[in-house]
């Protein structure tokens, strides 16, 4: 660049506008490195006619002062000016900190999809083992009830084969009969059958010639008359309508006893046996 030179009137003001002048040309040039090309001294020559009010950078300019106070000198920068733009430069730092933070949201976006798939898989998990847990119960409560009728029907039938067999005795086979009620009995009741027929019912019957031929009431046309009360897989409670028919030597002819007998059964290894008879 051409070094610029000054004339002005009064010497007090020659330096401030030699400073002036000097600072408006570097301003110039500046403006024209933005905006525009540099022109080569041929090319000015030639536009000059043409513009001669718009200096081109690179050409001296003669500029005279004001007469009275000469030119202003333009106020140095201070350390404040600088201090000043920091928070612009900061502000401009943020934004792109906000820029980031803007093309982090996708991520956060994310994140919060993918804490709402986790939350979805936890409660279909939870649903399943709830699921599970269910049909675990159901199974076994049905299993516990197909159990319950299989022991219902079972113990219905072997009360209906054992009433006739522990409630008759013949005299003169005793030792057989009662033999073959104790085969249907289980338990503590056993025992008690035992001890009874041999202390009380069997001498009795020897003594009088007693004979007890039970059965199971049936209706005309009907089934045995008997009832199951409560049930379980391994319990159960029948309620019979049992007709004795009595002959002895204490009776003339023979005497019908008819009686409601609540029986016990309980399954065994061997099957279902009497383990309790009451007389109602």
């Known amino acids: 660049m051409t070094k610029t030179t000054t004339r002005g009137r009064g010497s007090g003001s020659g330096s401030g506008t030699r400073r002036t002048i000097t600072a408006a040309a570097r301003a110039a040039a500046k403006r024209a490195e933005r905006g525009h090309h540099e022109l080569d001294p041929a090319a000015a020559d030639e536009e000059a006619p043409q513009r001669p009010e718009a200096p081109t ?8 002062a004001p007469a ?5 000198d333009p106020p140095e920068p201070s350390p404040e000016s600088f201090e ?3 928070p612009q ?6 934004s792109g900190t906000t820029t980031r933070r803007g093309r982090g949201e996708p991520d956060a976006s994310t994140a919060a999809r993918r804490g709402r798939r986790r939350l979805l898989t936890a409660a279909l998990c939870v649903l399943l083992v709830a699921g599970l847990v269910a049909a675990a119960v159901l199974g076994w409560r049905y299993r516990e009830g197909v159990r319950a009728e299989q022991a219902r029907a079972q113990a219905l039938a072997a009360a209906r084969q054992a009433a006739p067999v522990v ?23 056993r025992d008690e059958y035992r001890k009874t027929t041999t202390t009380v019912v069997g001498p009795t019957a020897r003594k009088y010639h ?4 039970a059965t199971v009431a049936q209706p005309t046309g009907g089934s045995p008359a008997a009832s199951v009360i409560s049930t379980s897989p391994d319990r159960a409670v029948v309620l019979l309508f049992v007709n004795q028919v009595t002959t002895s030597t204490q009776v003339s002819g023979s005497r019908v006893d008819l009686n409601r007998v609540r029986m016990t059964l309980t399954r065994t290894s061997d099957g279902w046996k009497v383990s309790g008879v009451d007389a109602l």
Do not use: N, P, Q
């Open 57 to 64: 950078a690179g050409r001296t300019v003669l500029i005279e």
């Open 84 to 86: 000043e733009d920091e």
């Open 210 to 213: 007693g004979v007890v031929k």
């Open 167 to 189: 409630l008759s005795y013949d005299y003169r086979h005793l030792d057989r009969d009662f033999a073959a009620a104790r085969t249907r009995l289980t338990g503590h009741f």
């Open 68 to 72: 009275e106070d000469g030119w202003d």
């Open 89 to 94: 430069e900061k502000g401009e730092s943020g």
